[in-house]
């Protein structure tokens, strides 16, 4: 049996060790940090813990390792290239102390490392972004349809917390422009008149060229007269007696 002078009120129970929650990108803040000596004490690292501040996963936490002293200079350069990016993310480029990065949101992307020996599955840090910045998120997997149970019903989506709010934009007043003043004219820039030997020739109407001869028409001969019909010729005169003194047969008188 041992005595303990313990009260359980002033302690929060424990809620074990918390499961890895599914990759992808969360807004996050520090919440601690804390620089600690390595195992061999030949150097330190920056142990950092990050708060997912919305969505399904509130509250979850991820930590980080940064070697910001070790005799590995591979080890040490990724360290101060990940401290570089938390650096840029929140907007601090000079730092003096680690608090200075405390509770200024950004995102972090997470993935699951799988269970290995007595070690549990568990969430690492690999990126590290401006809260506004836009990321592709994976995509959920899709539900199997169960005839027998109604679906569960989806959490309702928080609204974005002030800090991520854009800004009212007022809109920009018009800017007045002054017209362009224009230079005069310069002497070389007048339009001259047109000189005489400028002005352009009358022009006459073209001559008819004569046809040439192969082409001229041939003189036309007057029409001969038409032939007159010949007048009707005269009776022929009875012909003469045959022999003089004879007396025609129609003056002959008849005898007694």
Sequence with gaps: ???????????????????AFPAGWYNAVITKSEVKPTKDNSGQYLEIEHTVIDGQYVGRKVFNRLNIRNNNPVAQEIAYKDLSAICHAVGVL???????????????????????????????ITSYKNVNAVVDQPAAPAAHANPGFPAAPQPAMAPPPAWNAPAPQAP????????????????WQQP????????????????????????QQAPQQPAAPAPQAAPPAAAPFPAAAPFPGAVPPWMQQPQQ
């Design 172 to 187: 920009a007043a018009p800017q007045y422009q002054q017209p362009a003043a224009q230079a005069p004219q310069q002497p």
């Design 192 to 215: 001259q008149a047109a000189q005489p030997w400028q002005q352009p020739a009358p022009q006459q109407a073209p001559a008819q060229q004569p046809a040439p001869a192969w082409n």
């Design 94 to 124: 000079q730092v003096q102390d680690s608090q200075q990065l405390h509770n200024l949101p950004m995102k972090i992307k997470v993935k699951v490392r799988a269970a290995s020996g007595d070690y549990e599955a568990q969430n690492e």
């Design 1 to 19: 049996m041992a005595l303990l002078q313990f009260d359980a009120t002033n302690v929060a129970p424990s809620t074990g060790v918390a499961e």
